[in-house]
């Protein structure tokens, strides 16, 4: 018990400067990419930054499985944390380590209560949106038969791959702009997909809820019902003249 509470301690004084943390990275991971002038030693200390918001996240993953009572199912439930913190360790591309800090960033806000879907929903579009533009942008900008070039063209190319529609003026040309491509329509399908089935669920809640009180004013009123009839009958029973001995 005491290693959830500190488990649970530990998850509650590390949201919002994980968070923080996050938009720090965003800020590190776009500077470069945004900027295409810039220095080395810009660059440089955009990839310290970066590296080190992806530890700051490894290091609460570290703790949290050091704080859970039961550190093999921990593991076992938190697999994609833990594919999170190994990935960029394998292979140090950038890329590696946005998408490992996106799911790591996810993974915790989900656990926060105050957070609620509509808002998750929202962070994830936009943080969609503006990784996937960025993404897209610094792996194209290069190719020599690309046609994303600059950033404007990359948040257009975002919106219409993430909703599906696709037109076709702008389209990723190399391998690596083609997996993001994939990633972005299916993460736009899935966000849809969450947010039609609350749209439903709210729908059916709201049914379901007048039903419960619809169902509730009928038993209030037949129960109203058979004291009027008791009464009633009690009262007829006072009126009967009382029979003579």
Not at 4 to 10: K, L, V
Not at 123 to 140: C, H, K, N, P, Q
Not at 189 to 208: D, S
């Given at each position: 018990?005491?290693?959830?509470?500190?488990?649970?301690?530990?998850?509650?004084?590390?949201?919002?400067?994980?968070?923080?943390?996050?938009?720090?990275?965003?800020?590190?991971?776009?500077?470069?990419?945004?900027?295409?002038?810039?220095?080395?030693?810009?660059?440089?200390?955009?990839?310290?930054?970066?590296?080190?918001?992806?530890?700051?996240?490894?290091?609460?993953?570290?703790?949290?499985?050091?704080?859970?009572?039961?550190?093999?199912?921990?593991?076992?439930?938190?697999?994609?944390?833990?594919?999170?913190?190994?990935?960029?360790?394998?292979?140090?591309?950038?890329?590696?380590?946005?998408?490992?800090?996106?799911?790591?960033?996810?993974?915790?806000?989900?656990?926060?209560?105050?957070?609620?879907?509509?808002?998750?929903?929202?962070?994830?579009?936009?943080?969609?949106?503006?990784?996937?533009?960025?993404?897209?942008?610094?792996?194209?900008?290069?190719?020599?038969?690309?046609?994303?070039?600059?950033?404007?063209?990359?948040?257009?190319?975002?919106?219409?791959?993430?909703?599906?529609?696709?037109?076709?003026?702008?389209?990723?040309?190399?391998?690596?702009?083609?997996?993001?491509?994939?990633?972005?329509?299916?993460?736009?399908?899935?966000?849809?997909?969450?947010?039609?089935?609350?749209i439903a669920?709210?729908?059916?809640?709201?049914?379901?809820?007048?039903?419960?009180?619809?169902?509730?004013?009928?038993?209030?009123?037949?129960?109203?019902?058979?004291?009027?009839?008791?009464?009633?009958a009690e009262?007829?029973?006072?009126?009967?003249?009382?029979?003579?001995?």
């Amino acid at each position: 018990m005491k290693l959830q509470t500190a488990q649970g301690r530990w998850e509650q004084y590390t949201q919002r400067p994980l968070l923080a943390l996050a938009v720090a990275f965003a800020v590190a991971y776009a500077v470069p990419i945004v900027d295409h002038s810039a220095g080395h030693s810009l660059t440089s200390a955009c990839t310290v930054v970066e590296w080190v918001v992806w530890g700051a996240f490894a290091t609460d993953y570290l703790v949290r499985v050091g704080l859970s009572p039961r550190r093999k199912e921990f593991v076992r439930t938190h697999w994609i944390d833990l594919c999170a913190v190994v990935l960029p360790m394998l292979q140090p591309f950038r890329l590696l380590r946005m998408v490992s800090t996106l799911i790591l960033v996810g993974r915790r806000a989900r656990m926060a209560s105050q957070i609620q879907l509509t808002t998750y929903v929202a962070g994830a579009v936009i943080g969609l949106l503006m990784f996937g533009s960025l993404a897209v942008l610094s792996v194209e900008r290069d190719s020599p038969n690309g046609n994303i070039r600059t950033l404007g063209d990359a948040v257009w190319w975002s919106f219409t791959t993430m909703t599906t529609v696709g037109y076709g003026d702008h389209a990723p040309t190399t391998g690596l702009g083609r997996m993001i491509a994939v990633g972005l329509m299916l993460a736009g399908i899935a966000l849809l997909g969450v947010v039609t089935a609350n749209i439903a669920a709210w729908f059916i809640a709201r049914f379901e809820k007048d039903d419960v009180e619809e169902r509730r004013q009928t038993e209030a009123i037949e129960a109203l019902t058979e004291e009027v009839r008791a009464l009633r009958a009690e009262v007829a029973a006072l009126r009967e003249p009382s029979g003579t001995p």
